[in-house]
């Protein structure tokens, strides 16, 4: 049986939208998703010290787990990118902290495939080094971290679809979950 963690950002749990939605694509595949939630108050968000506390909070997790699980990490919790480079670990990064220079680290030195999702109106993405690091991307103009663009609440709305999509056509290609 495969299984899944998701990794919450610094605002909202693993059922947040995002979080949640890419989970269900996990879980409707036949994974056991595991949906993290913090223990406590985190360090500062831009210190290099925030990776390894991700770390510490993620990787007990994935131990107990045991496999290669796929991990569904949001903005924060995309400092668990060293974990899953560290085990060889697929992963979709839903709004990474690309502009954290650890976070980018991590991912170039990614040997799983992952998935990159951001948009161009946040400013912790970097589109140009998202496509240098994985040829899954999905880069939603005008999104900001959230994911949401300008307009009517249905455009944002619209986006969790193309996000839902592009995490589907992203297990697909990697053959997640593996017989």
């Known amino acids: 049986m495969a299984d899944a963690v998701v990794v919450p950002g610094a605002l909202f749990g693993p059922a947040a939208p995002l ?4 989970g269900d694509v996990a879980a409707q595949r036949g994974a056991t998703v595991h949906r993290y939630s913090w223990s406590g ?11 390894s506390w991700v770390g510490g909070e993620i990787a007990p997790l994935v131990d107990s787990v045991g496999g290669r699980p796929l991990l569904i990490g949001k903005s924060l919790g995309t400092n668990a990118a060293a ?16 502009t954290l220079p650890w976070v980018a680290a991590a ?10 999702v951001g948009g161009t109106a946040d400013r912790l993405w970097d589109g140009d080094l998202a496509r240098r690091l994985s040829p899954h991307v999905l880069e939603v103009a005008g999104a900001d971290h959230g994911m949401y ?16 999509v592009a995490v589907e056509e992203f297990l697909d290609g990697i053959g997640w979950p593996s017989p």
């Open 107 to 116: 991912l170039g030195r990614a040997t799983a495939p992952f998935l990159l």
């Open 19 to 22: 979080l949640m939605y890419a």
């Open 83 to 98: 974990v899953a480079a560290d085990r060889s670990l697929p992963a979709v990064w839903l709004t990474p902290l690309l």
């Open 41 to 51: 108050e985190f360090p500062q968000l831009d210190q290099p010290g925030i990776e």
């Open 149 to 164: 663009v300008p307009g009517p609440l249905t455009g944002s709305i619209a986006v969790l679809g193309r996000v839902v």
